[in-house]
């Protein structure tokens, strides 16, 4: 995002009216057809009363600004634009950008893209003989879906109402450490009032109180990585969801969880692993977590595997289970060697396949674990039923596993 004085300018009007930086936000995309999330406006005014900006004559050659005056109506409608270049300037400027050409349109490029362009040139004589140069732009434009969205617009509509929530720990203490493995939950298929005893459940062992928290969220939290159709990320179609009900169950489930290790741990610790699912709409949903807990260490990555360590030398490597599974142990040694090495117990998590397996072999226990996920209408029409539905969480001391808890 490139800030020009005028954006800012008109940031610090908006804020010196005591609007919220979401509505600012809002207004300023609404207003200059830019994407900023409210994050963004508080970081670029504090920069900007700092005196980091400085700007310079900005209507340079090749720098022409095409933007249209549109005036809406009382539904926000379209009803007249005035364009601020003749086409003969906009046609002669070599820097143009879909958006520009968007904007001397009349489009919105939040809400449109561009599907093809067309320059046609061509003269015509008339009757004494002068030559006269024709040129014209066709444009084809289609509606910008949810698929189509930048990360950055993406990380704007999660975190746009998103308010900054502050726990206070508790007195609790434990001696032990806690490894939440939560894998292959797929909101959407499953819905909250199917796990709403589990969560019961899961509260009642955090609440024993433990030194370590480790909550390792191994993909598929969302059953789809789009918006408004059900597919994963490869583009395999799937059985139809609702996917704002599947967030907002997903954030019913996973809120209480963060929350409460939070309190009743010394310290707590969370991270996100790309799935085969969700692999998009999972690191949305974590920078949303971010956003929401700014004092809890939760790490928003775009990783297919992640090594950490539990009490002083409990080495793990998380991954989902649908690539490089079988290299696993071998990675963790190569990619990891300072937490391979220091590491009295070593072992590996991972889901994808829905069900329990566990290998201990080459200094290295491996545990596939399972999930407590509702069936879906390819699993039965497959038989892949037969599988027990249930989660697993990992009690460790400083050295080595001493408990595994079924949820």
């Known amino acids: 995002m490139k800030w020009t004085k005028d954006i800012l300018e008109k940031a610090k009007s908006l804020k010196d ?46 720098k022409e600004d095409f933007s249209s005056k549109q005036n809406f109506d ?14 003969e300037d906009f046609r002669q400027t070599s820097s143009k950008k879909p958006a520009d050409i968007l904007r001397f349109a009349g489009y919105d490029p939040l809400d449109w893209q561009v599907s093809n362009v067309v320059n046609n040139d061509w003269s015509v004589t008339n009757g004494n003989g002068e030559k006269y140069w024709n040129h014209q732009v066709k444009l084809s434009v289609k509606p910008k879906t949810n698929d189509d969205l930048s990360i950055d617009e993406l990380i704007s509509l999660f975190n746009e109402k998103i308010e900054p929530v502050k726990v206070i720990k508790s007195n609790v203490h434990g001696k032990n450490n806690l490894v939440i493995a939560c894998s292959d939950f797929h909101f959407g298929i499953t819905k909250f009032k199917d796990v709403e005893t589990r969560l ?60 409460e290790s939070y309190k009743y741990s010394d310290s707590m610790q969370m991270f996100n692993i790309n799935g085969n699912h969700d692999e998009t709409t999972s690191f949305m949903f974590q920078e949303m977590l971010r956003a929401k807990y700014p004092e809890m260490d939760i790490k928003v990555n775009n990783s297919y595997r992640e090594a950490f360590v539990v009490g002083k030398s409990v ?14 142990p ?43 996920k509702k069936t879906d209408p390819y699993e039965s029409k497959n038989g ?5 539905k249930k989660m697993e969480c990992f009690e460790f001391d400083d050295q080595t596993l001493k408990d595994i808890h079924y949820i």
């Open 330 to 372: 071998m990675l963790f040694a190569t990619e990891y060697p300072d937490i391979w090495s220091k590491s009295t117990y070593r072992m590996v998590l991972y889901g994808h396949f829905h069900k329990e397996v566990v290998n201990d072999d080459f200094g290295v226990v491996e545990h596939q674990v399972g999930t407590f």
């Open 74 to 87: 009382d539904n926000g409608n379209v009803s007249s634009i005035d364009f601020n270049l003749k086409f």
């Open 17 to 62: 009216q005591d609007l919220s930086y979401p509505k600012i936000a809002k207004k300023l995309n609404k207003e200059f057809y830019i994407s900023v999330s409210a994050s963004s406006v508080n970081h670029a005014l504090l920069d900007y009363q700092r005196g980091k900006y400085h700007f310079t004559d900005e209507r340079q050659k090749g």
């Open 315 to 328: 080495g793990l490597l998380a991954l989902h289970g649908h690539a490089a599974k079988t290299k696993a």
């Open 200 to 259: 019961v459940e899961l509260i009642d062992l955090i609440h024993r109180g433990w030194k370590q928290i480790v909550i390792t969220q191994l993909g598929d939290l969302l059953h789809s990585d789009a918006l408004n159709t059900s597919k994963t990320t490869k583009g395999t179609e799937l059985d139809p969801i609702d996917f704002v009900q599947a967030v907002r169950d997903a954030e019913r489930f996973i809120f209480p969880i963060i929350e």
């Open 384 to 388: 892949y039923t037969m599988a027990t």
